[in-house]
């Protein structure tokens, strides 16, 4: 078994848990600098109680924020690559049908 085989299976597993039918969603954000409004990049993963996934992602420009050289090294995502994404304002409708009714868990949320 390999390791997204395992992670589809504890997924599934945490999903019986909580009933039939409901779903998981792991988010992830890249942030620009050390604001965590400094959004730049979105990532979701929605885990169906069978264990299939479905991705979704998306660069959002962060407006007049600056781009720490540090968290440049990490994500390598630069001002350059989000010029023209669209801000959240604009994948706020995609982002809130990924996370409607859903049970949402996350390393970043506050």
């Not at 299976?9 to 039918?21: E, H, P």
């Amino acid at each position: 078994m390999d390791n997204n085989e395992l992670q589809r299976k504890i997924w599934a597993g945490g999903l019986r848990l909580y009933g039939a039918g409901n779903e998981i969603v792991s988010v992830d954000v890249e942030t620009a600098n050390p604001d965590l409004t400094s959004i730049c990049k979105i990532g979701i993963v929605t885990f169906d109680a069978d264990g299939s996934y479905e991705t979704w992602s998306s660069l959002r420009n962060p407006s007049n924020q600056y781009f720490d050289e540090t968290n440049v090294l990490i994500h390598g995502i630069t001002k350059r690559m989000v010029a023209a994404a669209p801000t959240i304002t604009e994948v706020y409708g995609d982002l809130a049908r990924h996370l409607d009714a859903r049970i949402i868990v996350s390393h970043t949320i506050i």
